[in-house]
């Protein structure tokens, strides 16, 4: 069965400082990973996901991930962070594209200080 | 940028009382899903739906729970006689294949069991 473990549930930066959340799956077979945002009292957006393809993955905001299979990990970054970018962040994996279910890892509660 | 719409935002509901928590999907995607959110917790999957069928279900959907895609377009969760510990935010997730693949969520109804 495949899981996802965020390590750390609280990271803060200063705004302007790299951003680094991470995120380690464990899957037994070819996993597709997703990084969700979500804010205070709003829903779950997408920020990037890697199927196929190009380990290194842009998304929305600034934000880009690097699918690692030796390491099994799909690392959060944003070079530069903005005060926008507190909020909650969610990485996810599925190992079926075909209607398999999303597992969420425990979450990481990124605070931007000034 | 399609959307999965989810209504009501808020439910306010006695303990013992059924509610019907609806989604509507987008529109080309054929795999639809419920997740669970408890206050501060991860978000858990609940149920996916294929076909006018369940195609997985977790533990946590026992037989409190059904879901119905009760015509062309919407996609609906009934609790039957809910109690203090269904109080959470519960996600509608829609998703294509192939090229089409990812998970698009909507933004939650917030369900409050008193």
């Known amino acids: 069965a495949q899981s996802v473990t965020q390590l750390g549930s609280h990271v803060s930066v200063s705004e302007g400082a790299l951003v680094l959340l991470r995120c380690n799956y464990s899957?037994?077979?070819?996993?597709?990973l997703f990084w969700y945002v979500q804010y205070p009292n709003q829903g779950l957006q997408l920020l990037l996901k890697?199927?196929?393809?190009?380990?290194l993955v842009k998304g929305i905001n600034g934000f880009e991930a690097e699918f690692k299979k030796s390491e099994t990990s799909f690392h959060l970054t944003k070079p530069s962070a903005h005060m926008s970018d507190a909020a909650e962040y969610f990485c996810?994996?599925?190992?079926?594209?075909?209607?398999?279910?999303?597992?969420f890892g425990q979450g990481t509660e990124l605070s931007v200080k000034p | 940028e399609p959307e999965v719409t989810q209504t009501p935002s808020h439910q306010v509901t006695q303990m013992g009382q059924e509610v019907i928590l609806r989604c509507v999907p987008i529109?080309?995607?054929?795999?639809f899903y419920w997740y669970r959110q408890i206050l501060g917790q991860k978000v858990e999957f609940l149920v996916s739906?294929?076909?006018?069928?369940?195609?997985?279900k977790s533990e946590i959907f026992d037989d409190q729970f059904s879901v119905e895609r009760p015509d062309g377009s919407n996609f609906t969760l009934k609790i039957r006689s809910t109690k203090l510990e269904d109080s959470a935010m519960y996600f509608c997730?829609?998703?294509?294949?192939?090229?089409?693949?990812?998970?698009?969520f909507g933004s939650g109804t917030r369900l409050t069991v008193v």
């Open positions: 997730a829609s998703s294509g294949q192939g090229s089409n693949y990812g998970y698009t």
């Open positions: 899957s037994s077979v070819p996993p597709y």
């Open positions: 890697y199927t196929t393809g190009a380990t």
């Open positions: 996810a994996v599925s190992t079926d594209n075909q209607g398999g279910k999303l597992i």
């Open positions: 529109s080309n995607h054929l795999y």
């Open positions: 739906f294929y076909n006018n069928e369940i195609s997985e």
